[in-house]
């Protein structure tokens, strides 16, 4: 299920003052606006917060049942008092369980605080409402801004019973461009079904989860190829010389599916393959240079898309392994912000994929996705995960395929007409034995480039 209507695009772009940003609103129905940002939380408390939505992504918790879960679920007493005045942690000595809307009513708090920024926003919100149609927001960090890049902006939400993206009954969308001084990479358009390679490395995973996800991965995944929408390729073992050899020899695939490992290191995102060793850790930038050419990647990996905060030097807002894939030239990155659970993981993909395979966007598939995991999931604590990023400055959809049109039933009639000038391009009927089909221009229209086919 999708949205009807095309949604409603506005685009907010933060330039850095000390800790805040000035604020640059700019949608059809605003113009450009400008407004002032406040830090939403204290910046040395930036990675704490992080953290405690972190183990939330954790079914066990509070409860621990291993040490390494212990050590990950322990704060101390000072973590505690300072999550405590943001409203994030109980008198029972844990993370609240609505901590993800209590942070996504301080954001919304903070974005809107300025008057401007209020009258802008719920300008474009009543228009969208009034239209039928979801928002989609596209925010732009340059430099300067990584603080305020890694906060979970996906939270946003007022005091409604649903957040921001997912108010009014519609499913928007959020995406994260990096303004960064260089070209803009071209974007893929291929034909044919989708080439995914999947990397699902051994190394930290157990045999258990790991066929957890490669079944759930399957039968999500298991449509599209049925149906000649794709087709996916696992490397196994996920070595470093195997995935270079897979590339060099079958040539940039559409989309690199990652599920495993990730951490930051000294300010920079590593993703786990089954080398021994830390020969086993890929550095984002090794990474950046296998993947020219490569339309997606989606990084079903803790932290995947976490930006360093709190190391000094080096450039933090690229820390993460999808923020410095986007910079080297990938076009589109989905990673995860926090720890991810399989079943999200795999949710989310097919829901994308199948968007994508089908021509339409990666962006309206990701807010399909999101409003799919919000109700699917009792504890509501994956639909936030997933962060996009993207190069593009503008609000176009990210394709990967042309549109196409759904296989006819047997018997089923067909007919599309253009008429009064109206024209029809790319089109694409199929239908099988005993179906009906028509094309028809009229009165000034045209249709070009019609493939027509009888299964």
């Not at 407004?35 to 939330?56: C, E, F, K, M, T």
């Not at 209020?118 to 801004?145: I, K, Q, W």
């Not at 195997?242 to 993703?271: C, W």
């Amino acid at each position: 299920m999708t949205d009807a209507r095309a949604p409603l695009h506005l685009k907010l772009t933060f330039a850095p003052t000390g800790d805040g940003a000035n604020l640059h609103w700019q949608a059809d129905v605003l113009g450009t606006r400008t407004s002032l940002l406040a830090p939403p939380i204290p910046p040395g408390d930036l990675a704490l917060v992080l953290r405690a939505l972190d183990v939330l992504q954790d079914p066990c918790y509070p409860y621990a049942r291993t040490a390494e879960q212990t050590r990950h679920f322990a704060f101390n007493d000072d973590e505690c008092d300072r999550l405590a005045a943001l409203d994030l942690f109980g008198p029972t000595g844990c993370v609240l369980r609505d901590a993800p809307r209590r942070l996504g009513r301080h954001l919304f708090a903070a974005l809107t605080a300025d008057p401007q920024a209020r009258e802008a926003l719920a300008t474009v919100r009543d228009h969208a409402t009034a239209l039928g149609c979801p928002l989609s927001l596209t925010l732009a960090f340059p430099p300067g801004t990584e603080r305020l890049a890694a906060l979970p902006w996906e939270l946003l939400w007022d005091d409604g019973p649903t957040p921001l993206l997912l108010s009014r009954g519609l499913a928007g969308g959020l995406t994260r461009c990096l303004a960064l001084a260089q070209a803009l990479p071209p974007l893929r358009q291929g034909s044919g079904p989708l080439r995914i390679l999947a990397l699902s490395p051994q190394s930290g995973i157990t045999p258990e989860l790991r066929q957890v996800e490669r079944a759930a991965r399957t039968a999500a995944l298991g449509p599209l190829i049925a149906t000649g929408r794709a087709m996916v390729e696992e490397i196994e073992p996920a070595s470093r010389a195997a995935l270079v050899q897979a590339i060099e020899t079958g040539g940039p695939p559409d989309i690199v599916h990652f599920y495993g490992h990730g951490r930051m290191r000294d300010g920079n995102g590593e993703l786990r393959l089954d080398d021994p060793g830390e020969a086993g850790w890929l550095t984002a930038g090794a990474l950046a240079a296998l993947l020219g050419g490569v339309g997606l990647v989606t990084l079903y990996a803790c932290h995947g898309a976490g930006a360093s905060v709190a190391v000094e030097g080096g450039d933090p807002l690229l820390g993460g392994v999808a923020q410095a894939l986007v910079a080297a030239g990938v076009p589109a990155v989905l990673g995860m912000q926090l720890a991810v659970r399989a079943t999200a993981a795999t949710r989310a993909a097919a829901t994308m994929y199948r968007a994508l395979a089908d021509g339409r966007g990666l962006q309206t598939g990701l807010a399909v996705a999101r409003r799919a995991l919000f109700v699917e999931e009792r504890d509501g604590a994956s639909w936030f995960v997933p962060a996009l990023y993207l190069r593009a400055q503008g609000s176009e959809p990210f394709t990967l395929r042309a549109a196409s049109i759904a296989p006819a039933q047997t018997g089923a009639n067909q007919r599309v007409i253009a008429h009064n000038g109206g024209a029809i391009r790319a089109l694409r009927l199929q239908g099988r034995a005993g179906s009906s089909q028509r094309v028809i221009a009229a009165s000034g229209g045209t249709i070009s480039d019609v493939m027509i086919t009888d299964r």
